[in-house]
């Protein structure tokens, strides 16, 4: 199962906060317009300040 938790716009980006659950456990993964930037996938849902430092590193800012 997957369900979005928070979205963000930074700009003209849109950020997603993605929660997946299988048989493994729950896993959650940062998309910045659909693309996942993540990898591998969080144990714990970020903050907004890892939300932050994700996209600036995503975007070649950091």
Do not use: K
Request: aromatic letters at 4%; charged letters at 30%; glycine letters at 4%.
């Amino acid at each position: 199962m997957e369900r979005i938790l928070e979205t963000h716009d930074f700009g003209p980006h849109r950020v997603d906060i993605l929660e997946r659950a299988d048989d493994e456990g729950t896993s959650y993964v940062v998309l910045v317009d659909d693309v996942i930037v993540t990898d591998p996938p969080l144990p714990t849902p970020p903050r907004l300040e890892d939300v932050v430092r994700i996209y600036a590193r995503s975007q070649g800012q950091v």
